[in-house]
């Protein structure tokens, strides 16, 4: 998706917000890398 981004820096803050979400999720314990995401598990 980031390199599909309108502009780079658009691209960047992309790759930033996953990045983000990856430590605050690694920081609870979690590792949200090996899952997939179903509606149906809420």
Partial sequence: MAKRAVTPEVGQQ???LVVGCEARAKALG???RGGT????QY
């Fill in 30 to 32: 979690e590792d949200i």
């Fill in 37 to 40: 995401a179903d509606a149906g």
């Fill in 14 to 16: 992309l790759i930033d």
